[in-house]
């Protein structure tokens, strides 16, 4: 196969990166070994070090992690300071008792 041929996605080199973790190797050596195959389409040594340390871990799916959007990061900061109001005014009604 021509290396202009090789093109993965990121999740794709994930999963290469998951299965030469699972026979033993190093990041170092796992990077090695996708620059050999893949030529300019490797990925970066930083990527491969970052998921084998996920990985040594026991993460081990390749997907990427669901983000909170905008509005969700505003309503999940919004209800945490609620909470964290709820708390003191319980805490110092308590105290007052």
């Not at 794709?12 to 070994?33: C, M, N, P, T, Y």
């Not at 970052?50 to 509005?71: I, M, Q, V």
């Amino acid at each position: 196969m021509a290396e202009s041929e090789a093109i993965f996605t990121a999740n794709e080199s994930r999963g290469v990166i998951k299965f030469l973790f699972l026979q033993g190797k190093s990041a170092k050596d796992i990077h090695g070994d996708m620059s050999q195959t893949l030529g300019d389409q490797c990925p970066s040594y930083s990527p491969v070090k970052y998921w084998d340390a996920k990985l040594k871990t026991g993460h081990f799916s390749t997907n990427d992690e669901e983000r909170l959007d905008d509005r969700e990061r505003w309503l999940f900061r919004k209800s945490s300071m609620l909470c964290t109001t709820s708390y003191w005014r319980i805490s110092e009604f308590q105290l007052k008792e």
